[in-house]
C-alpha cells in the first residue's frame, strides 16, 4: 500500500518536479560515485582531508549541466527505451572526462589515476539503473492514476502473438509494451532456426504451437507483422490462421511507415484484398501518364467509390486541373477537401486546380457548359445507379441517369472536341437479368455506335445530320472499361459483413452458391486509366478479375478473422450465425465478362479487348427516341421491351418493380 502511494504521488507531480527530483538523485550519484571510487582504490572506507572537500562540491556543479544539455531530464522515465542507454553513456563520459581534467589541475597530491575511470564507472552504473529501475517500478503504477483510482486488473492488456519475429515485429513488441492495449508474449516466425531462441524476453515458436500459447496465455489476437511480405504470402498465412478462430490484425505496409502515414504500432484490421492473395501488377507508367499529365481531366461521379479512387490515382499523374462533376452536394465537398489536403501534404498545393461541380449528367445544357468552359481533354464516366435492388425499385431513373446521362455526356464531349470518353461498366452488363445491367449494357451500345459512325461506317444509312456528327466526333475516342465488384465500394458486401459482424450478426448471405469477381479499388482505377489509353475508339475492354470467390467463404473468413465462432448446428456455441436471404430481385448466382468468345490480349497482362455486336447509330437512336418517350410515360412496360431488344441476353428475373407502377391504381390520374 506504502509502495503504490508512492508511485502515484511521483507520477501526480508536475514535469519540473520530477525534474527536480532526477536532479538531487543525480547530485548524489555524483558524490557518492566520487567517494566510492576513492574507497576502492585505497581499500579502505575513504574520508576526505582539506582540499580534497572541493572536488567533492565540484562534481554535481560539472556533471548536472552536462546531464541537462544531453537531454537527460527530458525523458519520460516511465517510457524509456533500451536507447536512451547510449545517451547516458555519453553523458557520463563527458562528465567524467572533464572532471579527470579538474582532478589532475587542482594541484592535490596523492591522487590516484584509477580515480578517474572508476569514477566514470560508478556514475554511469548509477545514473543509468536508477532511470531503468524507475521505469520498472513506475510502470504498473501509471495505470491506476490514468484510471482515475482504479487498478491495473481494470486496464488488463490483451495477450498477443506476433508473427514474424524481424525487426518489424521487434519494434511492434516493443511499441506496444508502452501501449494500454496489447500484451506481447510470443512471437511465431517459420524460421526452424529462431525457434526456442528469444528477442527482448520474447520465445519464438513454430505455427503449429499456436493452440498452446493461445490456452496457456488465453491470447485473443495474432498480430501479422510482416509489412514487406506480397499478398500471396498474406492470404496464405491468413488460411492457416483460419482454424483458430483468432482475431487477426495487421501492421501496415512498409511504404505506409516510410512516408510517415502511419507508425510501425499503427494496427489495422486484415486488409479483405489479402484474402484474395493477388499481387497487384505494376502499372505501366506511360499508359497511365499518356491521357492525364499536363490535360485537363474531367471525373462524373466524383464523390462515388470508383469515382473519388480515380481521383486520388488522377492528382499523382500532374493534371493541368481535375475537374469534380458530382450530383450529391455532400460527396463533392469531401471529395474536394480530401483532395486539397493530399495535395497539401504532398506540397502540390496550387500546381493542380482542383474544380468542384455540382451537376447531373442527365442535364445535357450543363455537363456541355462545363466541358467547354474548363477546354477538358480526358473524361472519365463514373457517375450511374450501380445499386441492384434500388434500381429496380427505380428503373425510369436508372434510365435516365445509366443511359441518357451517357448520351449526353458523349454528346457534351463531341461537342466540346474531348479527346478521351471512358465509361466506367460492369460485369453485370454481361446478359444481364436486372435493369441496373442493362442500362450499364445499354450505355456501352450508345457509345460503340457513335465510335463506329466516327470511323466513317455504314455510309448507306447515314442521313445528313449523321454525316454531321460523324465529322464532329472523328477527334472523340470512346472507350469502355468492364470489370467485377470492388472491394470495399458503398455497395460491396463487404462493409456490410464488418457492420453485421460488429453487431453481433447474423451476417446475411444470399445464397450458398453466390459467387463474384473482386477487385481492389485502387488496382481497377489504375487498369481502368491505363485501359483508357490503349483504346482506339469504340474498344470494349474487360479487367482480369482473377478467381471468383463463393460470397459465403468470404464470409465464412470475415468472422474467424474477427476472433470469433460461426453458430450452426454443429457449433451452437459460437457467436455469430449464418442466414441465408434468398437471390435480391435482379441477382443473379454468376456473373460474367464477355458477352462472346472473341477476346484479344492487349500489351497489359491484365487488360483485354472484346469484340462484341454492335448496333448501328440510325437503329439506336430510334431506340433512344421510343425509351426516351416511355420513360416520361413511366411506360415501364415499354421500357423492359426496348431493353430486350437491344440488350443482347437481357433476361429479366423478376417482374417490374417500380414503386409508383405498384402503385399506379392509387394516382389520381
Request: glycine share 8%; hydrophobic share 45%; with cysteine.
Amino acid at each position: 500500500m506504502m509502495q503504490t502511494r508512492a508511485r502515484t504521488w511521483f507520477i501526480e507531480l508536475s514535469r519540473r518536479n520530477k525534474a527536480l527530483i532526477l536532479i538531487c538523485a543525480d547530485v548524489f550519484f555524483t558524490v557518492l560515485a566520487l567517494w566510492t571510487a576513492f574507497s576502492l582504490r585505497w581499500g579502505v572506507l575513504y574520508i576526505p582531508k582539506g582540499n580534497e572537500w572541493y572536488l567533492f562540491a565540484a562534481a554535481p556543479f560539472i556533471a548536472v549541466p552536462i546531464f541537462v544539455r544531453l537531454g537527460l531530464y527530458r525523458a519520460i522515465i516511465r517510457y524509456i527505451e533500451i536507447r536512451a542507454l547510449w545517451t547516458i553513456i555519453q553523458a557520463t563520459t563527458l562528465y567524467a572526462l572533464i572532471f579527470a581534467f579538474v582532478l589532475y589541475q587542482s594541484g592535490l597530491k596523492l591522487i590516484p589515476r584509477t580515480v578517474s575511470p572508476l569514477n566514470w564507472l560508478i556514475v554511469m552504473l548509477l545514473v543509468g539503473s536508477s532511470r531503468f529501475f524507475a521505469r520498472w517500478w513506475l510502470g504498473e503504477a501509471y495505470f491506476r492514476v490514468v484510471g482515475g483510482g482504479r487498478s491495473a486488473a481494470d486496464f488488463r492488456k490483451k495477450n498477443v502473438v506476433i508473427y514474424g519475429a524481424g525487426s518489424a515485429g521487434v519494434q511492434l513488441a516493443s511499441a506496444l509494451w508502452h501501449g494500454r492495449e496489447f500484451r506481447p508474449v510470443a512471437f511465431i516466425d517459420d524460421d526452424k532456426l529462431l525457434h526456442r531462441r528469444k528477442v527482448n524476453g520474447l520465445r519464438i515458436y513454430p505455427l503449429s504451437s499456436l493452440s498452446y500459447l493461445i490456452k496457456r496465455h488465453q491470447v485473443s489476437d495474432v498480430l501479422l507483422a510482416i509489412p514487406s511480405a506480397k499478398r500471396a504470402r498474406i492470404s496464405e498465412l491468413i488460411r492457416l490462421l483460419e482454424p483458430y478462430a483468432i482475431h487477426v490484425m495487421s501492421m501496415p505496409g512498409l511504404a505506409d511507415i516510410a512516408q510517415g502515414r502511419v507508425t510501425v504500432d499503427a494496427l489495422q484490421e486484415v486488409d479483405i484484398a489479402d484474402l484474395l492473395g493477388r499481387d497487384p501488377v505494376a502499372p505501366d507508367q506511360t499508359l497511365l501518364r499518356a491521357t492525364i499529365s499536363g490535360k485537363v481531366v474531367m471525373v462524373t461521379g466524383a464523390g462515388g467509390s470508383i469515382g473519388s479512387e480515380l481521383c486520388r490515382q488522377i492528382i499523382q499523374l500532374q493534371p493541368l486541373s481535375l475537374i469534380l462533376f458530382e450530383l450529391s452536394e455532400f460527396a463533392l465537398y469531401a471529395i474536394e477537401k480530401e483532395l486539397n489536403h493530399l495535395l497539401t501534404k504532398a506540397k502540390g498545393a496550387g500546381q493542380i486546380e482542383i474544380i468542384a461541380v455540382l451537376g447531373s449528367v442527365t442535364n445535357a445544357e450543363r455537363i456541355e457548359k462545363v466541358c467547354k468552359a474548363f477546354k477538358v481533354q480526358t473524361i472519365y464516366h463514373a457517375a450511374a445507379y450501380k445499386h441492384v435492388p434500388m434500381v429496380e425499385k427505380n428503373p425510369g431513373e436508372a434510365v435516365w441517369n445509366n443511359i441518357f446521362g451517357t448520351l449526353h455526356a458523349a454528346q457534351a464531349a463531341i461537342n466540346a472536341e474531348v479527346e478521351l470518353f471512358v465509361l466506367i461498366s460492369t460485369d453485370k452488363a454481361v446478359r444481364p437479368t436486372n435493369t441496373m445491367g442493362a442500362t450499364k449494357r445499354f450505355a456501352e451500345l450508345i457509345l460503340q455506335a457513335l465510335s463506329v459512325e466516327a470511323s466513317g461506317k455504314h455510309h448507306d444509312c447515314m442521313d445528313a445530320g449523321v454525316r454531321a456528327m460523324q465529322g464532329a466526333i472523328a477527334g472523340t475516342r470512346f472507350t469502355m472499361v468492364r470489370f467485377g465488384n470492388v472491394l470495399d465500394s458503398s455497395g460491396s458486401v463487404v462493409p456490410l459483413f464488418r457492420e453485421q459482424i460488429a453487431r453481433g450478426g447474423p451476417v446475411t448471405v444470399t445464397d450458398a452458391r453466390v459467387i463474384r469477381y473482386f477487385m481492389t479499388i485502387p488496382e481497377a482505377s489504375q487498369l481502368v486509366i491505363q485501359a483508357g489509353a490503349l483504346g482506339h475508339g469504340g474498344d470494349v475492354f474487360v479487367l482480369d478479375m482473377g478467381e471468383p470467390i463463393r460470397i459465403i467463404d468470404l464470409a465464412k473468413r470475415m468472422i474467424h478473422l474477427s476472433g470469433l465462432e460461426i453458430k450452426d448446428e454443429d457449433h451452437p456455441a459460437g457467436e455469430i450465425e449464418i442466414s441465408f436471404t434468398g437471390l435480391r430481385p435482379g441477382e443473379k448466382l454468376y456473373e460474367e465478362l464477355l458477352i462472346g468468345d472473341n477476346v484479344s490480349e492487349t500489351s497489359h497482362a491484365r487488360i483485354m479487348r472484346a469484340q462484341e455486336q454492335v448496333i448501328p447509330w440510325v437503329e439506336l437512336e430510334k431506340m433512344l427516341s421510343i425509351l426516351e418517350q416511355a420513360t416520361r410515360n413511366d411506360d415501364f412496360e415499354r421500357i423492359r421491351d426496348v431493353l430486350k431488344r437491344a440488350v443482347s441476353g437481357f433476361v429479366p428475373q423478376c417482374e417490374i418493380g417500380d414503386l409508383l407502377w405498384n402503385r399506379r391504381d392509387t394516382i389520381p390520374q
